[in-house]
């Protein structure tokens, strides 16, 4: 009861995140470092989704953190979806997200009901969920988003969204400067968000909906640290009117994550020990997005052709269903040079191996971030979602990767054709690996020098930390 909280009162937070991996990875880091600095830690999930977590927690519910899992039933068949799936990760096609959104959204009267009951002091809410924010209101209780992704992307999404710089451009390959930002950003109208450039659609609807939510929103938790966007951080509480606290690298904390590896950790580590420091190019494009076979053949022929050494993570789902997309003799070729990774990677083991110094990647805000601290330059090659804008942060403004030439941006996470083709994976791989040239070393020596930033920025004096006991420390004094 209100009058009763004393000095002494235990802060109550609720956790709730959407299952796609790179949104349940950061939440759940999340939820660890509240339990850690002695907060009552509840994650909302759903029958299946609970397993597989409670699983993750087990070693950090043993070691005393106080995390618990409130489950809540996910009404999968009421909406036409077939029975078992409660996450973004296991949908096959298009035409079942808007049934997840709605299965989703049901969600809404049985999680009333335990803010109802247990009353959190707190709730830090996935973007996708944006009626939490309403639903946490009737009963008093602050709303926090998360969002998955870093503050320039969003600064970037909303100078698009008002000014529509796009609007009188005739050509979609003819680029543009994004107004009104600290920086010059350029990117070109085939790479901005569909739903941004035609009203109406699916996407649109629901993503007014989250920017009316993050709108009357506490705030919103960031993975990041305060010395990697100042500026963009500024614009954000002074321009957007949005307060922030940014409490990242979130994989500092925890370099294991919840799906187990498909290989041995230590079979990797092993290939990678045998090679030279910097000399291996990672390729990976996250946990859900799907490659044609002819894409893939062109990724595996750039490589042969680039002469590096490379670990290269193929999920099984990323294929067409054939996965008959290795040229001839290709894997006793490459059995010195290469490793491939069928299914899920230790991402942030092998991105931290001094062997590593490449990372080819789909711009997912995670990989990123992981990448950065890591101290590994980048070539991006987005696709989906706000890839497009976290790539114009890497190439332009923290100038730590280039583009591979990616034009288009998708509204699902299937690319349809070949996007890029072999001659442009091989000359972007020889250039980031090769050893000379005064871009690379330059490129080399920012992702350093931020890599240095993102560890300190976890340390007890350091930024993210700061940040985060400030933020404990507000809840706390709204208590008493
Ligand atoms: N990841 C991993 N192994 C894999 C693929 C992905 O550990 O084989 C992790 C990666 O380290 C990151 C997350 O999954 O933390 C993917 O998130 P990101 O934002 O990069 O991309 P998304 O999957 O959401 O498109």
Not at 9 to 30: E, K, R, W
Not at 158 to 184: G, Q, W, Y
Not at 203 to 214: A, N
Not at 321 to 350: C, S
Request: charged share 25%.
């Amino acid at each position: 009861m209100a009058s009763e909280i004393s000095h002494q009162h235990q802060l109550h937070v609720y956790i709730f995140p959407v299952t796609a991996q790179g949104h349940m990875i950061p939440m759940i880091n999340i939820a660890k470092l509240f339990a850690a600095r002695g907060v009552k830690t509840t994650i909302i999930s759903t029958p299946l989704n609970a397993i597989t977590l409670a699983k993750t927690l087990h070693h950090d519910r043993l070691s005393g953190l106080d995390i618990n899992i409130e489950t809540i039933p996910f009404p999968s068949v009421e909406v036409g979806l077939p029975e078992g799936i409660e996450s973004i990760n296991q949908i096959t096609s298009p035409d079942m997200i808007p049934k997840l959104f709605l299965a989703v959204t049901m969600l809404q009267q049985p999680f009333e009901k335990l803010l109802e009951k247990y009353r959190p002091d707190f709730l830090v809410a996935d973007m996708f969920l944006p009626w939490t924010t309403e639903a946490a209101e009737k009963f008093g209780i602050p709303r926090f988003i998360f969002h998955s992704t870093n503050i320039f992307s969003q600064c970037v999404a909303e100078s698009l969204r008002i000014n529509k710089p796009f609007e009188n451009i005739t050509s979609d390959k003819k680029s543009f400067l994004v107004p009104e930002l600290p920086d010059k950003i350029e990117m070109t109208k085939s790479q901005v968000p569909e739903y941004l450039i035609a009203s109406g659609s699916f996407l649109s609807t629901v993503m007014e909906k989250i920017r009316e939510s993050e709108q009357k929103s506490y705030g919103v938790l960031v993975n990041g640290f305060c010395e990697l966007e100042p500026a963009y951080a500024d614009h954000y509480k002074n321009v957007m009117g949005i307060r922030a606290w940014q409490i990242g690298p979130l994989s500092l904390g925890n370099a294991g994550n919840e799906k187990k590896s498909s290989i041995e950790e230590h079979n990797v580590l092993k290939w990678l020990d045998c090679k030279k420091p910097n000399s291996v190019i990672y390729v990976s494009f996250g946990s859900i997005s799907k490659l044609p076979n002819d894409q893939l053949t062109e990724i595996a022929t750039g490589l042969e052709e680039s002469g590096s050494p490379f670990i290269w993570v193929v999920r099984k789902s990323m294929t067409d269903t054939d996965e008959n997309y290795l040229p001839q003799g290709f894997e006793e070729r490459m059995e010195e040079k290469g490793l491939i990774i069928r299914e899920w990677a230790p991402q942030v083991l092998i991105l931290d191996h001094p062997a590593v110094g490449g990372f080819m990647t789909h711009c997912g805000w995670n990989s990123i971030l992981e990448g950065i601290t890591a101290g590994v330059p980048m070539i991006t090659w987005p696709m989906f979602a706000e890839q497009f804008y976290n790539e114009k942060f890497v190439t332009q403004v923290l100038k730590i990767g280039s583009q591979i030439g990616a034009e288009e941006w998708q509204d699902w996470v299937e690319t349809e054709n070949v996007s890029v083709k072999k001659e442009k994976i091989s000359k972007a791989v020889t250039r980031l690996m090769s050893e000379d040239g005064e871009e690379n070393e330059e490129m080399r020596k920012r992702v350093a020098e931020l890599s240095e930033k993102a560890k300190r920025a976890v340390r007890e004096d350091g930024s993210s930390h700061l940040q985060f006991t400030a933020l404990i420390e507000e809840l706390k004094m709204s208590k008493k």
